[in-house]
């Protein structure tokens, strides 16, 4: 069983950056890839970032490659998303979702994620 939390959403101004932080409850966090997705009001949920075990590995959404970087700290159970030059439609609930390594890292999507955090709200004024 694995518990996420994410922190570090808010509001900032259009060419802003968030630090977004996800933390992983128990000792087994090295043995999931990890990713992060959102959420806009009225769309279905949408990929964002994956990151691989080792953090040797990252894929990114078009719409958010050079701009956000995903990241990870073994040692504190943690994976980050930095998130620079937001726009306003960067505005979401982002979550955080853990997925075992035997099934790999995904470059998309949402399938094969077994635990996801509550999300915390990102919002992106013009």
């Known amino acids: 069983q694995v518990q996420l939390v994410e922190s570090g959403g808010g509001l900032v101004q259009a060419g802003g950056s968030l630090r977004l932080s996800c933390a992983a409850s128990g000792r087994t966090f090295s043995r999931y890839a990890m990713g992060w997705f959102r959420q806009a009001p009225g769309k279905e949920r949408e990929f964002v970032a994956a990151?691989?075990?080792?953090?040797?590995?990252?894929y990114y959404a078009g719409s958010v490659k050079g701009r956000f970087t995903i990241s990870r700290d073994n040692a504190k159970n943690t994976v980050a998303l930095q998130m620079n030059s937001l726009k306003p439609e960067d505005t979401a609930v982002y979550s955080c979702?853990?997925?075992?390594?035997?099934?790999?890292?995904?470059?998309?999507?949402?399938?094969?994620?077994?635990?996801w955090g509550q999300g915390t709200q990102v919002t992106v004024s013009s």
């Open positions: 990151i691989s075990w080792s953090g040797a590995i990252t």
């Open positions: 979702a853990a997925r075992p390594n035997s099934r790999g890292v995904s470059s998309s999507g949402s399938r094969g994620y077994d635990y």
